[in-house]
């Protein structure tokens, strides 16, 4: 394909799709998106299928190839960033004139001993696939988004288990009052058990060890606190910041390699306030569609432009008939309005279809 702009986008989440639909529409532009896994999965539905509902997937090659981007199935494992080459472990490797890393995020199995060998993960489609037939008592560990979806849908689908939140701060703690007075109610009518104020600081066969020592007896432990990146990036050389996150410019491109742009979880990209985006679906697609509009720049001669985004909402589920809309100032922070019940479930719902529209090529 001599003359073309070859774009490889590394990674088929809701960032990397994002940016290979806007890639394919650049004149002069060749897109190659790259992942380890045949098909696309919600991820933001994976408590759903952690609690045995079924999660839509469609096949990533069928349609990316409706778009006219290439797809190549395959564990990127080096970036040669002197040659510009995409390594995977099967030993193809991909020839790149741009690319967009968007890797995304895994669970932090490192967190406390016992996670990696005792805990479960509910951050991918194959941490889903690995959680045991749930029975008995399930500690749900971690009082973020994830940990009260989980601890939601799971009390709602299954109400023989007997679940146990143990979160280091009260559910939704970064929430307004309403939202957070909402969170509890909801967790307590479902029949969670909330232990807040104190961390696990060990997971062993039977359950977990808290910080004021007592002991809780678990069937299954679900980690949610918090997500890691995968090392590539800090592997083959780019600049990361402490967490392995690729540090960018406003334009999105890595500020050590800008042939290389990065979106989704795997950057960190400065939003309003200075503030860091969070990782979300909600800064996956726009971050992923902005590094594509900068290379498309870049390539007719023009400045790439810088992203522009703002926050409007977090929405959280709590079970299929209940959630928390929370309306938030243009940096994120909550204000004091806040949607709940159905309403608030029906919100959330249409919000999740449309991301994966908007990722769907
Ligand atoms: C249960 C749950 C609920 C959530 N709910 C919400 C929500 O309500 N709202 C919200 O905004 N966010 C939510 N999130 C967070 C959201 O899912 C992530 O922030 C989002 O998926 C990040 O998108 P991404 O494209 O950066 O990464 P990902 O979606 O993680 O995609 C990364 C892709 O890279 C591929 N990949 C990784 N490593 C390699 C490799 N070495 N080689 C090849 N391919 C590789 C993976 O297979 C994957 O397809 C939720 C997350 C979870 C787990």
Redesign the pocket.
Same mark, same amino acid.
């Given at each position: 394909m001599t003359g073309e702009h070859r774009i490889v986008v590394? $990674?088929? $989440?809701?960032? /990397?799709l994002s940016a290979a639909k806007r890639a394919a529409k650049v004149r002069g532009a060749r897109v190659t998106v =790259?992942?380890?896994?045949a098909e696309?999965v919600e *991820? &933001?539905?994976?408590?759903q299928a952690v609690a045995g509902q079924s999660v839509a997937r469609w096949d990533l090659r069928e349609r990316l190839a409706a778009k006219g981007i290439d797809f190549v199935r /395959? *564990?990127? &494992?080096h970036i040669d960033t002197d040659t510009r080459r995409v390594e995977l472990e099967d030993g193809q490797s991909l020839a790149y004139d741009s690319l967009v890393y968007?890797?995304?995020?895994v669970w932090d199995a490192s967190a406390v001993p016992g996670v990696a060998d005792h805990a479960h993960s &509910?951050? !991918?489609p194959e941490d889903v696939a690995r959680v045991p037939a749930l029975t008995g008592r399930i500690a749900v560990v971690g009082g973020g988004? !994830?940990g009260i979806? @989980?601890a939601a849908e799971l009390a709602e689908t299954r109400p023989d288990l007997a679940i146990t939140m143990i979160t280091s701060e009260e559910p939704g703690a970064w929430l307004s009052a309403k939202a957070r007075a909402h969170a509890a109610r909801t967790l307590s009518r479902l029949g969670v058990e909330v232990r807040s104020g104190v961390k696990v600081v060990e997971v062993d066969r039977g359950g977990v060890t808290l910080t004021d020592g007592d002991r809780l007896a678990a069937d299954t432990v679900l980690w949610t606190t918090g997500f890691a990146v995968?090392d590539?990036a800090a592997r083959c050389g780019l600049a990361v910041d402490d967490r392995g996150r690729i540090l960018v410019d406003a334009t999105l491109r890595s500020r050590s390699h800008p042939e290389i742009s990065a979106? $989704?979880?795997?950057a960190v990209v400065s939003g309003p306030g200075d503030r860091h985006l969070r990782?979300? +679906?909600? !800064?996956?697609l726009p971050t /992923?569609k902005h590094a594509a509009t900068a290379i498309a720049a870049t390539l007719h001669g023009k400045a790439a432009p810088p992203l522009s985004f703002r926050y409007y909402i977090q +929405? =959280?589920?709590l079970g299929r008939r209940d959630g928390i809309i929370q309306f938030v100032a243009p940096d994120d922070t909550p204000t004091g309005t806040v949607l709940t019940g159905r309403p608030a479930a029906w919100f959330?719902e249409g919000i @999740?279809r449309g991301a994966a529209r908007t990722a769907r090529p």
């Open positions: 590394l $990674g088929a $989440g809701y960032a /990397g =790259i992942d380890s896994r696309f *991820r &933001v539905r994976l408590h /395959g *564990r990127a &494992v968007a890797l995304g995020s &509910v951050a !991918t988004s !994830t979806e @989980v995968p590539l979106a $989704g979880d795997a990782m979300a +679906c909600a !800064t996956a /992923g +929405c =959280i589920s959330k @999740v």
